[in-house]
């Protein structure tokens, strides 16, 4: 047990000083580098190019990798699936929807923004409320009933955002477009405050059941046997990944494969028990999505390749390689 709380400790001690790292110098990277001398002396523009642009941008991708990662790693145990993340449950897909159905309801370009983050929460609270319906209607609900769910509503939701788009107009179908690519951008720190009071008190509650994740992991009869009530916390864990889900797709778009690297790529470095994967994944998805961020806007500067593309290119080969290894 001392050895178990030395490894926690130290993981999160590790991994949270990448993620500072990563926070203090990808700011500072760019096409168009920074006079770090202005930088010192608080000098316009670079001073504000620094602090209203980048640093927030850099947080803003902090908070999301963060989300993502958590929540895929906790899919993940609650599928008793490797492959799962927070899109094979349709909260991603859902939010997308509610997205797009804003984006082309919205004349006004300028209050459309809002109005985005405000129908993808709902969409996302819709597959909430759904999940909870069936837990209370259907004795026999699992984990699978949950994926079978998830599997349905991405369905439904990606054949409504071919059709909303191939309906609107040119103007309204690149809008749309953009925004499914997924992408970090600057934000106001109102903004990112908002986010901090959502989802850190997920991560805590998370973080404190891990011994639980455990547990549950190994399958529904085993959970049950140990006087945990599977059903009553997989419905509690859904609803926990799908608020952090919902909540940073709502501002950024879908970002793919954040759920699904991460988790594995720490689970070969401080193993499957949740007690260190967590935390380790709480500070290394956000990491890894600030850096993500940092090579799509410097790769091809001036040009920004939405950092949702640099994730797929960098979880496609990832999902097959894991398909094919396993």
């Known amino acids: 047990m001392a050895d178990l709380r030395a490894r926690a400790f130290w993981a999160l001690i590790i991994f949270a000083a990448i993620a500072l790292a990563a926070v203090a110098v990808c700011p500072l990277v760019g096409g168009s580098g920074l006079d770090y001398q202005k930088l010192v002396r608080r000098e316009r523009p670079d001073w504000n190019i620094f602090l209203q642009l980048r640093l927030p941008r850099a947080l803003l991708a902090l908070l999301t990798g963060s989300s993502l990662a958590v929540s895929g790693t906790l899919f993940q145990a609650l599928l008793r699936d490797a492959l799962a993340t ?65 599997i349905a509503i991405n369905g439904v939701c990606l054949a409504a955002v071919l059709l909303l788009n191939s309906l609107a107009g040119i103007t309204k179908s690149f809008q749309i477009t953009h925004w499914l690519m997924g992408g970090i951008d600057p934000v106001e720190y109102s903004t990112l405050s908002l ?44 609803i926990a990944g799908a608020v952090l889900t919902g909540t940073m797709t709502a501002v950024t778009g879908p970002i793919a494969f954040v759920g699904l690297i991460v988790p594995h790529l720490l689970r070969g470095l401080v193993g499957a028990d949740h007690r260190v994967l967590l935390p380790a994944a709480l500070f290394g998805g956000g990491a890894f999505l600030v850096v993500c961020d940092t090579i799509s806007r410097s790769v091809l500067a001036p040009i920004e390749i939405p950092v949702g593309v640099t994730t797929a290119l960098l979880g496609g080969p990832f999902f097959v390689w894991l398909l094919w290894k396993r």
């Open 195 to 238: 986010l901090t009071l959502v989802a850190v008190p997920i991560f805590v509650w998370i973080m404190l059941r891990a011994r639980t994740w455990n547990v549950l992991s190994y399958g529904d009869a085993w959970a049950e046997g140990r006087g945990v009530d599977t059903r009553s916390l997989s419905v509690r864990g859904f």
């Open 86 to 150: 927070p899109s094979n449950l349709g909260v991603s897909a859902a939010a997308s929807l509610g997205a797009v159905i804003a984006i082309t309801t919205t004349i006004d370009r300028e209050a459309a923004f809002p109005l985005v983050w405000l129908y993808a929460l709902i969409g996302a609270g819709a597959v909430i409320f759904l999940v909870v319906l069936l837990a209370q209607t259907n004795k026999r609900f699992s984990s699978f009933t949950l994926l079978l769910t998830g």
